[in-house]
């Protein structure tokens, strides 16, 4: 339990201050992560969890 808190903890840390410096910077300057992908890409997996979820349950 501890290990799965630990992951989750690190990895929102990760994302969060990934989120905060690119939200500080400059928008000349060069940013960590491109958010409109990471949109993109969490957008088509949720559809697909969706999707399968509603096979799973026969909705």
């Known amino acids: 339990m501890r290990v799965l808190f630990a992951f989750v903890l690190g990895f929102t ?3 969060g201050g990934a989120y905060l410096r690119d939200s500080t910077v400059a ?3 060069r940013r960590f ?3 409109d992908v990471v949109k993109e890409s969490t957008d088509a997996a949720t559809v697909q969890l ?3 979820w509603s096979r ?3 909705r």
Request: no cysteine; charged share 20%.
């Open 33 to 35: 992560v491109n958010w």
């Open 50 to 52: 969706r999707e399968q």
């Open 56 to 58: 799973l349950t026969g």
């Open 27 to 29: 928008a000349s300057e």
């Open 13 to 15: 840390a990760a994302v």
